[in-house]
């Protein structure tokens, strides 16, 4: 868990959004170095760890390959695009 002073927050603030959508890692801002808010992803899936993000990614590639091996004819599925949308619709 990353802490930031009230001021390097709010220069950086913009990035700091960024990263903890990105990591799911939330940030402390201090005010006088005491713990004043704490900046957090809005949905849990985020909350992932690490290797909870990979075990994630490959249960979704397994479960892509058996289905295209059940399905050999189907239209190729784009992992990156479902997963594009998927994000577009949960902030829409």
Do not use: C, N, Q
Request: charged share 35%.
């Amino acid at each position: 868990m990353r802490h930031l002073g009230v001021l390097e927050a709010k220069t950086d603030f913009s990035a700091i959004v960024s990263e903890v959508e990105r990591t799911g890692e939330e940030v402390v801002v201090t005010r006088y170095g005491k713990a004043a808010v704490r900046i957090v992803p809005a949905h849990t899936a985020r909350s992932l760890s690490p290797a909870g993000r990979k075990a994630l990614v490959e249960d979704i590639i397994r479960t892509r390959d058996e289905i295209a091996a059940r399905h050999p004819h189907a239209e190729p599925f784009d992992i990156a695009e479902a997963l594009d949308r998927d994000r577009d619709e949960a902030w829409s």
